[in-house]
């Protein structure tokens, strides 16, 4: 858990170097089985790299792109995401993300941040570690990536730099027993961005430049592993199928997702397709009809009872919801978002004893991840609900801080320092942000 003091840090130094005009609004998609998915094909990469813990977070945006931030922190696109034709090609990307970490490129790139638009850059994209907020519930200021000649500056690394992540991302992944090739496929895939004007290019091209000597060099270094012994984990590719499936059914037309599978494909990947895609028409009995199937393939499987607990809560059911939540919690006790879920669902149902419940196991949930925006609402409400406005206020005040919106973060952190005892943790947190939003306030003055 990351204590408020220490994210209030961090807000306060990316916010000062943050514009005042944002340029579009993205969000970070936040869901158990995915960010689990994730990891499971980072881990490998993350072992044979010897860098430590890697954080990986996805940005809602159609738009390929990756990049890493301080911290360990690796951003991949819903868009890049799908755009990979196999999970090896997935893993190049984190590979490569990972090079410029142990590389150490980002404390280059940070030490020569010199220009206004760079440094706004900078403020915008390690603020998203800060703001992340819930996926759907809540959205933060986040500039689409290589919207700007600042940003793109500073994503973009030196030729050398970027030729050194490829190497380095091609060792780790022959370490791992991860087929390098996946590398040069990549950089194909993109490779005829470079024909197109800069408007019309993706933004993987601009953040990651191509050139003739960078894929040369970078044949030769994959064709110095050929033959390595492949020792890719078993499940990687199944569960990789079931994150793209849940990435295509949310994150794109429903009618698009549907055209993608056979009506006469039974399999359980066209069959989560389904479930979500009629989910989103909306067509709840059809929607039904999958995820039961869905069930009935795997009834102990907790993403799937946790995924019919949001059909079924998005429908109006929260005492069902409730059921199929804890069904899932039972499995994953400690999942924060899991437990998030629980807790929106209990809230639903809307009784003195619900709302009570709802509160203890939204606490859960908040100890293990207080950067769920949407959990934060909810913990809001169930503060609320249960006659603590001060708890309520001062959660109120954190979602918005969060989300970087520290006029209003201010307007409910003055209301609970006024509501909470004098030194108590939640006194402390509306101290901790009134000072941030004045000191950002008169940062911005001086602009």
Request: net charge positive; proline share 3%.
């Amino acid at each position: 858990m990351i204590k408020l003091r220490n994210i209030s840090r961090l807000i306060l130094a990316f916010a000062i170097a943050s514009w005042s005009s944002i340029a579009h609004a993205q969000g970070l998609i936040r869901d158990a089985e995915i960010e689990r998915t994730l990891r499971l094909i980072a881990e490998p990469l993350v072992k044979a790299s010897g860098v430590g813990q890697v954080n990986i977070f996805i940005l809602n945006s159609n738009s390929p792109n990756a990049f890493a931030a301080g911290g360990n922190n690796i951003f991949l696109s819903s868009g890049l995401i799908r755009r990979m034709k196999s999970v090896e090609m997935l893993q190049s990307v984190i590979g490569h993300e990972i090079g410029h970490i142990t590389g150490g490129h980002l404390a280059q790139r940070a030490a020569n941040v010199g220009s206004a638009r760079t440094a706004a850059g900078l403020g915008v994209l390690l603020g998203v570690l800060t703001a992340a907020a819930g996926g759907g519930g809540g959205s933060l200021g986040v500039a689409a990536a290589a919207s700007s000649v600042g940003q793109r500056s500073f994503l973009a690394f030196s030729r050398a730099q970027e030729s050194a992540a490829d190497q380095s991302g091609v060792r780790y992944m022959a370490r791992a027993g991860i087929n390098p090739s996946a590398a040069l496929d990549v950089l194909k895939l993109f490779q005829g961005q470079q024909a197109l004007s800069v408007s019309r290019q993706d933004a993987y091209s601009l953040t990651h430049p191509l050139h003739s000597q960078r894929i040369s060099d970078l044949k030769t270094v994959v064709a110095g592993y050929s033959g390595i012994k492949t020792t890719q984990p078993s499940n990687v590719d199944y569960w990789y199928a079931r994150a793209v499936a849940k990435f295509n059914g949310f994150t794109t037309s429903p009618k698009g997702a549907l055209r993608r599978v056979s009506k006469t494909d039974k399999g359980e990947i066209a069959t989560l397709t389904r479930a979500i895609a009629y989910h989103r028409l909306p067509n709840k009995k059809k929607s039904m009809v999958e995820i039961k199937r869905l069930l009935k393939m795997r009834p102990a499987d907790p993403y799937y009872q946790e995924l019919y607990g949001q059909m079924l809560l998005e429908n109006g059911n929260a005492s069902a919801a409730v059921t199929a939540y804890n069904n899932a919690a039972k499995k994953l006790p400690k999942n924060a978002h899991i437990l998030a879920g629980l807790g929106r669902a209990q809230l639903a149902q809307n009784t003195k004893s619900s709302a009570q419940t709802a509160l203890k196991t939204l606490k859960r949930s908040y100890a293990r991840d207080p950067r769920d925006g949407r959990m934060l609402r909810d913990l809001g409400v169930a503060y609320a609900k249960t006659g603590n406005p001060g708890m309520a206020s001062i959660t109120t005040a954190e979602r918005y801080a969060l989300a970087s919106n520290f006029k209003l973060a201010a307007v409910h952190a003055t209301r609970a320092e006024k509501l909470l005892p004098q030194g108590s943790t939640g006194w402390r947190k509306a101290v901790d942000i009134i000072s941030i939003a004045k000191r950002n306030s008169n940062s911005r003055k001086k602009k």
